[in-house]
Each structure stands twice: as C-alpha cells, then as structure tokens.
Nanobody
Framework: QVQLVESGGGYVQTGGSLGLSCAAS????????MGWFRQGPGKEREFVAT????????YYSDSVKGRFTISRDNAKNTVYLQMSSLRPEDTAVYYC?????????????????WGQGTQVTVSS
C-alpha cells in the first residue's frame, strides 16, 4: 500500500507556470506507474499525464501536451508535474495516483491509490 500527498498548488495568472509534487510513503515506489488527473468545477475527473515505473515513458492528454511535463525521482519517492503556459481552463483540483497495472493508464479505474488533491487556479 502507498499513501500519496500532493503539494505545490496555488494561484497563477494566465501564461504562468506552476510545479506540483506528489510524495509517496511506503516501500516499493518504483513498482507503481504514476499518473496525474484533474477535476475542474462541475466536471468529471480527467486524465492529465502518466509515467512509467522507471520514468522513461510518459504520456499526456492532448489538452496539456507540450505544456506540462511529468517526471519522477524514485530515490525521493516523488512524482512531479511541471505546468507552463497555464490557461484558465487548467483550473482544477489536481490529483496524483498510483497503479500496479502496466500499459498506458489513462482511466481512473486503472489506478489503485489516490492523493487528496491540490487546488490550481489560473486567472484570466
């Protein structure tokens, strides 16, 4: 089992940048594929990005591709999401998640553990 705690959310203007972190407790962090999701006001939770166990494979939603970067440091049990060129539509609660499954994991049901979320607000 793994516990996940996100940090780094906040308020930023359009075009700005923000970095999120997700710290995992427990052992065997490198056995989990990690992902970031977000849930905007009145919307369903949606996939943002995912990264393989070793960090060599990443995949992004079309809405953030080229603007967001997911990375991980297995020595620190941490996964990151660097966000740039932020837009008002990026406003959401951002969640990190861990999965024991393999493959391109873009659905919430594919993830086993979730953090509590961190709010990102982008002003226009």
């Amino acid at each position: 089992q793994v516990q996940l705690v996100e940090s780094g959310g906040g308020y930023v203007q359009t075009g700005g940048s923000l970095g999120l972190s997700c710290a995992a407790s427990g052992r065997a962090f490198d056995l989990y594929r990690m992902g970031w999701f977000r849930q905007g006001p009145g919307k369903e939770r949606e996939f943002v990005a995912t990264i393989s166990r070793t960090g060599n494979i990443t995949y992004y939603s079309d809405s953030v591709k080229g603007r967001f970067t997911i990375s991980r440091d297995n020595a620190k049990n941490t996964v990151y999401l660097q966000m740039s060129s932020l837009r008002p539509e990026d406003t959401a609660v951002y969640y990190c998640a861990a999965s024991v499954s393999l493959g391109r994991l873009t659905a919430t049901r594919q993830y086993n553990y979730w953090g509590q979320g961190t709010q990102v607000t982008v002003s226009s």
